[in-house]
């Protein structure tokens, strides 16, 4: 019997795990675009900038005719790239980027394991991989809205959803019910078997 309540809990807790992996995916994904938009957006003004600049210079022989122009020109330029440089937006891009791809691979690790038997210490590996990505993550830098529409999707799939983005943003949801996960009446943590 107990062999049943390691075998039931194993498979409970691969499918928690999964369901944070894919949740965090489509976070970390929806906060990448988010990030390269604002990136394009400090991007194009910096073009134009350098195409007034050349035109600027082409149209005038004499130097003192486009020195206002100019400054006014490189005075913008400056303006864009301190505030670029101050969002960090292609950082934050790469990082959410690169967060979304990590989570994805352990969404298909764990999602390749046999679902009737995974071994404790594969278990806590996983654990310990999610655990780590998750504290890569720069929750501030996601829109509420971001976070609050992959928790409503996920909560209204019954499914599981990561603490932060659960309790922490104000959402009050309801978890799966263990006997409608896996056909099991009674609940036993796999934490509670280690």
Known sequence: MDLIYLVISSMKSKLKLLDKCEALTLLC??????WSFIKFCFNIPLVFTSSAMC????ISTDANEVKIPNIIVNAISVLIMSLANNTRASEKFEN???LSQQFMLLSQEIDALEEDNIPI????LLLLKYENLVQGIDFEEIPISYKNSVSQAYQNANRHIPIQLNGTIGNVIKKRPISDEIGFSRGVEFSEMV
């Open 29 to 34: 994904t929806r906060a990448s675009s988010r």
């Open 55 to 58: 035109i600027i210079n082409s």
């Open 96 to 98: 959410f980027k690169k």
């Open 121 to 124: 210490e594969e278990y806590k």
